[in-house]
């Protein structure tokens, strides 16, 4: 469980916002916050790249499913497996190269995603409840449709 609060965790949003650099990136946008005119900024991507990036997406939409679902039914330590699944160690194997040439507020915003599902797996193996839980799936989500709200890809 996060022992942060009020104005500590205030704070650690707040750094986290600034080391961004992109205050788009800090909010929860609804995808019909993303105008007609598409204004994101555009991520060009390889084919392998692009795909490398979907298959990621897919996995933090995946995990996000089980966990939800393992909520629904009480069964933590599925939470915990699949939280894991999309947290840091699914890293493994992302190049280097590729991952410079992206936004560094990409980059943080992945970054600080794959933490948050290390956090809630460790959460959820400890003494959290279902809605703290709860509550750090929402702020991983937040990422999420920051992200979707910031970016979108383009193929080379």
Not at 102 to 130: E, I, N, V, W, Y
Not at 137 to 156: E, F, G, M
């Amino acid at each position: 469980m996060d022992h942060r609060s009020g104005p500590d965790r205030a704070a650690v949003v707040l750094a986290f916002c600034l080391a961004l650099t992109v205050p788009a990136a800090c909010q929860t946008a609804p995808p019909s916050a993303v105008p007609s005119a598409d204004s994101r900024e555009s991520i060009t991507l390889t084919g392998e790249e692009l795909a490398h990036l979907r298959a990621g997406m897919r996995t933090y939409l995946e995990a996000t499913h089980a966990i939800t679902d393992a909520l629904a039914r009480n069964k933590l330590r599925q939470a915990v497996d699949k939280a894991r699944e999309a947290g840091t160690q699914s890293m493994q194997g992302t190049s280097l190269a590729v991952a410079a040439t992206l936004p560094p507020a990409f980059t943080l915003l992945a970054l600080d995603t794959h933490q948050k599902f290390d956090a809630l797996a460790q959460a959820a193996s400890g003494a959290a409840t279902r809605a703290d839980i709860q509550q750090q799936l929402s702020d991983i989500l937040a990422n999420c449709t920051a992200c979707h709200a910031t970016y979108r890809v383009a193929h080379r």
